[in-house]
Structures are given as C-alpha cells and as structure tokens.
C-alpha cells in the first residue's frame, strides 16, 4: 500500500481469522459494544472513532512528561508511527500477531493501527496477566507488559518477535528473557510519542530509535525527542535523564524527578536499584525521606511483610547510596501496566 492514510484498511489484514474492510470493521464495533464482553467494549469505542471522519483522537496521557492531561493526537501520525515500528521489526503483511494489551492505553490501540495499517494478521485475545495461557499458535510479533511477559516464559518460544514496554524489566526477568530462541526488545516511549519511539535488545543498554526519529537533549540532560512524522508539536522534552551515544542512540539513566539530594550529592534511585536488582527476591525501590542533617537521606521501600536484610547486599553501593532506613508496604501503588507509583506507595 503506497503512503497509507488512516482511512485505509489494508487487504491483508485479519481480525480473529477472518479478513474485514472498513465497514466490517464498523459493523464488529458495534457488536461489541452492545453485546461484547467488557474488554471488547473499548475497542468497539475505539474502531468507531478510528473511522469517525475526524483527522484526530483524543487520548489520556499517564503523566510521564508531566501532568496527566488529554491530547489530541493526529490519527495520521499514528499511522506513521505503525508504518515506523513495521520498518524497525521488518515486519511484513501477513505476519500473525498476537493482541493481548488493554485497547484503553495507546499501546493497545496501536497493536490494531500496526495491524490495520501493515495487513497483519491479529489475533486478539482478552487482556490478562496470562495472555498466552491457552493458546497453541505461533506468532510473528507480540507485544507486553513485563509482568504478562514474566507470567509467559514458557509459551514465548512461539513468538518469534516480542517487545515489552509500559513498566521496566528486572534483571531477573531480563535473564529469562535471554535464554528464549524470540527476539525481545525493551521499548522506550509514552503517550506523547504514540507508543514507542526507541527499542533495545534485552540484555543490551543502548536505545536505537526508530526511523525518521532523532533525538538531543536539553541544559538538564533530559532526553528531547525529535520526530516530525508522529509528534504534533515535532519535539517532546522529557524529564529522562540520558547520556547521547549519538543522534539515533542513548543511554537511559533516570527520572530528574526521581533524583535525591543527599548532604548535596546527587543520587539517581534507578542507578542503586540496578546495583541491588537481583538481591532482593521482593519487589522493591529507592527513594527518600526528610532528613535535619542530610537534607533528604535514601530510602529502600520494599513490598511485602518485614523480614530482616543482610547489609551485605548494600556493599556495592557508594556511601551515600546505602539506604539510611528500610521502609516495607503491603501493596506498591501502581498504574494498571504494572508501573510502580513511587509517591503514592511511600505515604
């Protein structure tokens, strides 16, 4: 299909083993809102505004680059973000695809746009932290939540393609991730950016964007995402902390606001928790408390019941890294991805 709008429907393209066009598509909407399950009712809202005539859709954002607020985000450039990720993962009309994410988050709608668009061949399946349970084909391309991934480590050999995003990667799952025959990326992106602008291998450090993306970053450090194609305004800056390895290729540090000032050194939690990754069988992560001396002094929030930490597994951690007191909560906060909310657990 040369130079694919959002009003076209590529004629490879599948849903559930059956090929639809443009008014089949409508016409499934409807279905499902008036009589499909609770999952099938968002993407019935979805295919309705998808082919609504409007030029734009309006979505929530999860707060990554601020306050959680509603855009409009042209359907053209979510096109063009599909026509990007089929380019970066060579993927090809006809490749089967599994669609297991909540439509109601741009990941989700951009497994249908990527399969609308590119005439794949989609297999959609209700969101679940099992989504692979049950199931004996084998896939081309997927796409998950770590915890999804984790809970399908022996179903996975029959992906060939997997990228998981919308939360990070434990070195524990990382590892597990590694020893499977499919490729699995690391995605980097938020809603501003319609998914993914960047991906990386797991068990490599280095982001490469995708096509037509380039990136700089501003006097902070923080990463400034230029992209003409898919962003509304051209670039986002965010508050990510990374090092440049060039114009297509970064490193990823940390949030600027996540970062402590300890007795007026500056401390970035994701850095200590990579240090501790895999030493703590619990899920766990560095912030900080209020402190008359020190100004703010680190905290290790651990989930779960207190039970007693060997202080040999700070050794590795620089002075004023090692936690000054160990905090244990119940149940972490976090947002239906599986993103741990840092403030809101640690009240």
Request: hydrophobic fraction near 40%.
């Amino acid at each position: 299909m040369n130079n694919p709008t959002y009003e076209n429907v590529h004629n490879s393209f599948k849903l559930n083993g059956f090929h639809l066009n443009k008014e089949d598509l409508c016409r499934v909407a409807y279905s499902f809102i008036k009589e499909g399950e609770d999952w099938e009712k968002p993407v019935g809202d979805f295919l309705l505004d998808w082919f609504d005539g409007k030029t734009y859709i309006e979505m929530k954002t999860s707060g990554s680059t601020g306050t959680p607020k509603t855009i409009r985000v042209e359907k053209q450039a979510m096109v063009n973000s599909a026509l990007a990720t089929g380019d970066f993962f060579g993927l090809n009309s006809g490749n089967k695809a599994l669609q297991c994410l909540p439509v109601k988050y741009v990941a989700g709608k951009m497994m249908l746009i990527r399969s609308i668009i590119l005439g794949l061949d989609l297999d959609y399946v209700a969101p679940s932290s099992h989504p692979m349970e049950n199931l004996e084909e084998s896939y081309d391309f997927a796409a998950m939540v770590p915890m999804q991934a984790q809970n399908s480590l022996k179903e996975l050999k029959n992906v060939k393609k997997l990228i998981v995003g919308g939360a990070r990667i434990s070195k524990g799952l990382e590892k597990d991730l590694m020893k499977l025959p499919t490729d699995v990326y690391e995605t980097y992106g938020m809603t501003e950016t319609i998914t993914h602008i960047a991906a990386k291998k797991v068990g490599e450090k280095v982001f490469t964007v995708l096509p037509k993306v380039t990136i700089s970053y501003d006097e902070r450090n923080c990463l400034v995402i230029h992209a003409p194609n898919i962003i509304a305004e051209d670039t986002v800056v965010t508050n990510d902390l990374v090092e440049l390895v060039n114009e297509n290729q970064f490193l990823f540090l940390g949030r600027i606001d996540n970062i402590i000032n300890s007795g007026g050194v500056k401390i970035m939690p994701e850095q200590v928790e990579k240090k501790l990754d895999g030493k703590i069988d619990r899920r766990f992560f560095i912030a900080s408390k209020e402190d008359t001396e020190l100004g703010e002094k680190v905290v290790l929030v651990v989930e779960g019941t207190s039970f007693d930490i060997d202080k040999v597994i700070f050794e590795e951690l620089d002075k004023y890294e090692r936690p000054k007191e160990i905090v244990f909560v119940n149940n972490f906060k976090e947002t239906e991805n599986g993103k741990v909310l840092r403030k809101e657990s640690l009240v």
